[in-house]
Nanobody, 124 residues
Framework: QVQLVESGGDLVQAGGSLRLSCAAS????????MGWFRQAPGKDREFVAT????????RYGDSVKGRFTISRDNAKNTVYLQMNSLKPEDTSVYYC?????????????????WGQGTQVTVSS
């Protein structure tokens, strides 16, 4: 089992950058596929990015490709989401997610564990 705690959410102007962190408790963090999802008010939760156990395989949602970068540090039990060139439409609660049963974490149904979320607000 793993517990996830996100941090780094903030209010930022359009064009700015933020880095989100997700700290995982428990052992065997390196065995988990990790992901980031987001949910804006009144909208469904959507896939943002995923990274496999080694960090060698990363995938992104179409709306964030080329602007966001997911990475992980298995020694620190932490996964990151570097967000650049932020847009007002990136405003959402961002959730960290983990799974052991899939090589990529792109579907809500595959998520085994969720963090509590961190708010990102991008002003125009």
């Amino acid at each position: 089992q793993v517990q996830l705690v996100e941090s780094g959410g903030d209010l930022v102007q359009a064009g700015g950058s933020l880095r989100l962190s997700c700290a995982a408790s428990g052992r065997s963090f390196s065995m988990y596929t990790m992901g980031w999802f987001r949910q804006a008010p009144g909208k469904d939760r959507e896939f943002v990015a995923t990274i496999n156990w080694s960090g060698a395989d990363t995938r992104y949602g179409d709306s964030v490709k080329g602007r966001f970068t997911i990475s992980r540090d298995n020694a620190k039990n932490t996964v990151y989401l570097q967000m650049n060139s932020l847009k007002p439409e990136d405003t959402s609660v961002y959730y960290c997610a983990a799974a052991r049963t899939t090589a990529t974490l792109m579907r809500l149904v595959d998520v085994g564990y969720w963090g509590q979320g961190t708010q990102v607000t991008v002003s125009s």
